[in-house]
C-alpha cells in the first residue's frame, strides 16, 4: 500500500424499517501501517462551518475506530458484539452516542483493504437506527480506482 491513497466511505442509516439514502463520499488521503494496524488520515469540511475535521481512521484485526478532530469531536470506536459508548461534539452541542457492532468484515491486499460494519446506533441512550459504514482504501496508484454503485 503506498502513502498516498483515495479512499471510499459509504453509510447507510435504516430509523424504523424506512428505507435510508445511502451517503457516499470519495476522498484523497494518507496511508501509514504501525504497531499492527492501518492509519488513514484525511480532512473533511462540515456544510455551513468554516472550520474543518481532521479524521483519523484506525483498522485494526478486528475493529475500527474513527477520530475527528476540529469542528466536532469524537473517539467512535466499533469492536464486535461490544457497546462503546463516546461524546460526538459538533458545533450545535454535544451527544451521548452509543455504537454496538454486530458485523465486522475486513479485507486486505497489496493495494486495497475493505471494511463493512453493520451496526446499531443510539443517542443519548435512546435506540436511533440500524447503520453500516464501507470503508475501501486503495493506493492511488493501482490503477483500478473506480465508483462503486
Not at 43 to 58: A, F, P, S, Y
Not at 88 to 107: C, E, K, Q, W
Not at 113 to 132: F, K
Amino acid at each position: 500500500m503506498t502513502n498516498e491513497v483515495l479512499l471510499t466511505i459509504s453509510g447507510l442509516q435504516l430509523l424504523d424499517g424506512e428505507e435510508g439514502v445511502p451517503i457516499e463520499v470519495v476522498t484523497p488521503g494518507s496511508y501509514y501501517y504501525r504497531n499492527g494496524k492501518h492509519y488513514i488520515l484525511y480532512d473533511e469540511v462540515m456544510e455551513g462551518c468554516t472550520d474543518h475535521i481532521h479524521n483519523t481512521v484506525k483498522i485494526g484485526e478486528e475493529s475500527l475506530e474513527v477520530i475527528k478532530k476540529g469542528a466536532s469531536n469524537t473517539h467512535m470506536v466499533f469492536e464486535k458484539n461490544k457497546k462503546n459508548v463516546t461524546c460526538y461534539a459538533t458545533p450545535f452541542g454535544n451527544l451521548s452516542v452509543g455504537i454496538m457492532a454486530h458485523r465486522i468484515r475486513i479485507d486486505e491486499s497489496d493495494t486495497d483493504i475493505d471494511v463493512e460494519v453493520g451496526y446499531s446506533l443510539d443517542v443519548n441512550d435512546e435506540y436511533l437506527a440500524d447503520c453500516s459504514i464501507a470503508l475501501n482504501v486503495k493506493s492511488k496508484n493501482a490503477g483500478n480506482f473506480c465508483l462503486r454503485q
